[in-house]
């Protein structure tokens, strides 16, 4: 489908990419990672002919049909609808529509036999172009996206830029392309369109090649991982889980032969220096010099994972009650966001504000923070003090400053060791930290902005996307510092495993009030499925539950019996899971094999398979729970 080859591409001195190989096959859904600067971005641009390589190749057939989805595309003005927009990619389908129109009006006046033989074969080709249901697709892509029915008739302009890249993402998906190239495509969409786009594209036919640092997503959508690291690109066969597997058992075995080589190293090295002084041995002591100069060394295992190692300190710990929201009132024309809403945030308390764009996370953050109006009120408690981040205060970076200078301005207590000890766990290290704000790029910006943060003596967070902009690695640091972070937080943000890992509370406003749910996001998700559609089991335990007061009149040995009965069907239970995870982890095997991801027909089969034995293993896995607590009812009277 598209082979890249030898391809070496220079930024200035530096090499971003070096000798670099890729194959890209038609059906496969990758993943395409790295940390920020490795040029993934320049990649995709690279691959559609925006940039020309330094050296190597680009093949692919002139008509390989490109669908390509960029940060560029938010400047992208129009005063079109957003419906017009989208389907602005029904190109030849539109000029037919006009041509057919101009034909209707002229056959009112002209009878003539050429007119109409026209306006038949016009009709025709639309007919075979699906023409009829394109508003209907286009309808269907914008509100899965979430455009209600009035949005899509709103001129472009008036929206923001996040949802203009949604319009954007809407017209690629209409032109059906034989490959997608999306850039970051979930940086500007809330939880239900992310779910949404990851449904759509699990029945996309064609290849997909996704640059995400949002690793939920990479897990759920792709089947490969290309991980782009010191100008190369690396395969692994598998979703990003996978990736993280089968590259840290390609670490370990890389470091064996590293130290291997190395004490190789050393003992010809010792031969050598006890040769060369010897006349009658020099000519063997220099041979092997020679081989040595010529062996291909082994590389030292760089540790990509960078843990923080400081302290978040504030100077006074804050009272029990942090923050009180009672009989909130706030509205914008033509929305209401709260409606007599209350909330309470506690000392410890670790919040997720989570919920689709426009039901008013952003603003009630605002309103928590003193910066948005409303009527009711917001008590904010003893001891209490405060920082706010949002994606807005990158601006307020002093782009003169370099790096250091942005944190010792801000946080004038630290030590300059304490502050470059900050940047490093940011990935700010040696020189770097002399770097001007005003050369960094967007998620550079957003990771020194979230160390001011997190110098702050503040004991209460408020993070609106902290994660927007950031790679794996950098939201991997974020989470290992909140983790730490003895204090109280709230955060938006649509990054699942970024709230799974760090909240122990779950808002979300739903009728206009503050709802919370006491547990993570996982449990939340879990809760929050069975509330909306309840999910039916197989096994017959619920009717046994229902009767229980039958059981809690019968005497005692029959409850013993009950008992005996559940406890049998757990371990039959726990036997099928076993069965269930073998056969799971077989088709993960097969599916990692060249053999089936390179064949489209055999990896959609292993795919289908993959997808029922996963099915088969979650719904015992329900079951057991089910059993186990029933047991624990049984057992406890």
Not at 95 to 107: A, P
Not at 423 to 451: M, N, P, Q, W, Y
Request: with cysteine; net charge negative.
């Amino acid at each position: 489908m598209i082979s890249i080859n030898d391809l070496t591409f220079l930024l200035g001195s530096r090499a971003l990419y070096d000798e670099a190989d890729w194959h890209i096959r038609p059906g496969e859904r990758i993943g395409l990672i790295g940390a920020n600067g490795t040029g993934k971005s320049t990649l995709l641009k690279i691959i559609v002919g925006e940039y020309s390589p330094s050296s190597g190749s680009i093949s692919m057939s002139k008509d390989l049909k490109i669908g390509y989805l960029n940060q560029d595309l938010l400047s992208y003005d129009s005063h079109h609808s957003i419906l017009h927009v989208a389907m602005e990619a029904f190109e030849r389908q539109n000029q037919l529509h006009d041509e057919i129109e101009e034909l209707l009006k002229k056959i009112e006046t002209d009878y003539s036999e050429e007119v109409l033989n026209k306006l038949s074969d016009k009709q025709q080709e639309f007919e075979a172009l699906d023409g009829y249901s394109i508003e209907y697709r286009a309808n269907e892509i914008l509100a899965g996206l979430g455009f209600s029915t009035a949005d899509q008739h709103r001129p472009l302009n008036t929206f923001s830029g996040g949802w203009r890249m949604r319009v954007m993402l809407a017209k690629i998906l209409l032109q059906t392309p034989d490959i997608l190239l999306l850039d970051e495509p979930t940086n500007h969409m809330d939880l239900p369109s992310i779910k949404w786009l990851e449904t759509y594209l699990l029945s996309f036919e064609g290849a997909i090649v996704i640059v995400s640092h949002d690793r939920y997503f990479l897990d759920k959508v792709v089947n490969k991982i290309v991980e782009s690291r010191k100008g190369k690109l690396t395969p692994y066969a598998g979703n990003y889980t996978f990736y993280l597997e089968e590259k840290a058992l390609r670490g370990e075995i890389q470091k064996g032969e590293f130290k291997n080589q190395q004490a190789k190293i050393k003992q010809e090295e010792k031969l050598i220096e006890r040769f060369r002084a010897k006349a009658s041995k020099a000519k063997m002591a220099q041979s092997r010099i020679k081989a040595l100069d010529k062996l291909e060394r082994v590389e030292d295992v760089d540790d990509d994972n960078p843990t923080v190692n400081f302290q978040f300190k504030f100077s006074k710990p804050s009272g029990r009650h942090v923050i009180r929201v009672e009989e909130a009132n706030k509205s914008y024309p033509n929305i209401e966001i709260l409606r007599n809403a209350d909330g309470l945030i506690e000392k410890g308390d670790k919040i997720a504000l989570i919920g689709a764009n426009g039901k008013g996370k952003s603003t009630l953050l605002r309103i928590i923070a003193g910066a948005e109006g409303f009527d009711g009120k917001c008590e904010i408690g003893h001891n209490v003090t405060t920082t706010f981040f949002a994606q807005h205060q990158l601006e307020s970076l002093h782009l003169e400053n370099t790096i250091l200078e942005e944190l010792q301005a801000f946080a004038p207590k630290h030590t300059d060791t304490e502050l470059r000890g900050i940047l490093g766990c940011f990935l700010f290290t040696g020189d770097d930290v002399f770097k001007k704000i005003k050369v960094l790029s967007g998620g550079e910006k957003s990771r020194v902005a979230l160390a001011k943060s997190l110098t702050t003596d503040s004991n209460f967070l408020i993070l609106d996307e902290p994660t927007n902009h950031l790679d794996i690695q950098s939201v991997n640091i974020l989470i290992q510092a909140l983790t730490q972070y003895e204090g109280t937080f709230i955060a938006v943000s649509h990054d699942r495993y970024f709230l799974d890992n760090v909240a122990n509370k779950i808002w979300f406003i739903e009728d206009k009030d503050i709802k919370e749910y006491p547990g993570t996001y996982a449990e939340y998700e879990e809760w929050n499925a069975k509330r909306v559609q309840p999910v039916p089991t197989s096994i017959p335990v619920k009717q046994e539950k229902e009767v229980k007061p039958k059981v809690e009149e019968k005497a005692a040995p029959n409850a013993q019996q009950q008992l005996k009965k559940l406890n049998d069907q757990l371990q039959k239970l726990e036997q099928e899971i076993a069965a269930f995870e073998h056969s799971v982890k077989t088709i993960e095997a097969k599916i990692a094999d060249e053999d089936v991801y390179s064949n489209s027909g055999k990896l959609a089969e292993a795919n289908a398979a993959y997808a029922t034995a996963k099915l088969l293993l979650d719904t015992a896995q329900k079951n057991w729970e089910d059993l186990a607590s029933q047991i624990m009812e049984l057992e406890s009277k």
